[in-house]
């Protein structure tokens, strides 16, 4: 029983990395491009409502200046799941992002 319930796992995993595209694969829209720089830079933030908003400065250990509701409020939270999901995709792109300012 225990061998049956292994490989049906076994199966399971195998399909859902054929079935589950890669996360950099997915091309993003500008406004989103827009809301991983605001989230890299330390200028957007989550509310306690659950909004995305974006300071109109960065924010320092000792300043931390309220901001109205991003633009790109809506298309992150249709994309993303929940905040971590959108951190994560955010620190996946920041190395590309550096690479692109070098290269200019």
């Known amino acids: 029983m225990l061998v049956l319930l292994l490989e049906r796992e076994a199966d399971t995993a195998s399909y859902r990395e054929k079935e589950e595209p890669a996360m950099s694969a997915q091309p993003y829209s500008d406004t989103v491009q827009q809301a991983f720089r605001d989230w890299n830079e330390h200028r957007a933030y989550v509310d306690n409502g659950g909004n995305y908003r974006v ?7 000792t300043h931390r200046p309220k901001g109205k509701v991003a633009p790109w409020n809506r298309e992150v939270k249709r994309l993303f799941a929940n905040c971590h999901d959108f951190h994560v995709a955010a620190q996946a792109i920041r190395p590309e992002q550096n690479t692109q300012r070098t290269e200019k």
């Open 55 to 61: 300071r109109p400065e960065a924010a320092t250990p």
